[in-house]
């Protein structure tokens, strides 16, 4: 299982990233993702959910009403589009996976990264003027 963030950059304040999540190895459509993010000196917090199916989303309050997440199965990729970026959200951001089913959780749990046990190197996502 191999996952591979990108998308990444400098962006200012009010402008708009789309990163994407893409999967090796595996059939991304048998899983759900997660986009994670650590800020320098912060810890690792969970920014967004898509499930494998359906698909059922899940955000972050901080990004609710910003962030989109969706997939594209026939592509193998996960997207985050990133809108009225925020100097906040600079962090590098990383997509994940789970082995065990992060659906059957109360939504808010379904964005801890210690359920998540496949990651993708992060990309830099810096929001400055």
């Known amino acids: 299982v191999q996952l591979q963030a990108s998308g990444g950059g400098l962006v200012q304040p009010g402008g708009s990233l789309r990163l994407s999540c893409a999967a090796s190895?595996?059939?991304?459509?048998?899983?759900?993702i997660g986009w994670f993010r650590q800020a320098s000196g912060k810890v690792r917090e969970g920014v967004s959910w898509?499930?494998?199916?359906?698909?059922?989303?899940y955000y972050a309050d901080s990004v609710k009403g910003r962030f989109t997440i969706s997939r594209d199965n026939a592509k193998n990729t996960v997207y985050l589009q990133m809108n009225s970026l925020k100097p906040e959200d600079t962090a590098v951001y990383y997509c994940?996976?789970?082995?065990?089913?992060?659906?059957?959780?109360?939504?808010?749990?379904?964005?801890?990264?210690?359920?998540?046990?496949?990651w993708g190197q992060g990309t830099q996502v810096t929001v400055s003027s």
């Open positions: 994940a996976t789970s082995s065990e089913n992060v659906g059957s959780y109360y939504p808010p749990s379904r964005l801890l990264p210690a359920l998540y046990d496949y």
């Open positions: 190895g595996f059939t991304l459509d048998d899983y759900a």
């Open positions: 898509i499930s494998n199916s359906d698909p059922s989303v």
